[in-house]
């Protein structure tokens, strides 16, 4: 999350200081839950997407993903996309 901190009660808190809300605990419990298991997680709340389709910047991540995945990862690329 870009230039925010989290408050004590676990509200979002955007840089111009507007208070946005987050996933439940239950969310961030599976979130937590899949990158403990070695997943990668990302999330953007709507603020964060200021209009911009979710579905398409899932996409882009996916696409970048790969990309990212190939210069980071310790191995040689899977035939798995």
């Known amino acids: ?19 946005t809300d987050l996933p439940t605990a239950a969310e961030f419990a599976v979130l937590d839950g899949l990158r403990n298991r070695g997943y990668a997680v990302v999330v953007f ?22 990309d990212a995945i190939d210069v980071l990862a310790d191995d040689e690329p899977a035939a798995i996309r």
């Open 1 to 19: 999350m870009n230039n925010a901190d989290t408050t004590a009660s676990g509200a979002y808190r955007a840089a111009d200081d507007e208070v």
């Open 45 to 66: 709340t709507p603020q964060e997407l200021r209009g911009a389709k979710a579905r398409h910047v899932e996409d882009r991540l996916v696409e970048r993903g790969w």
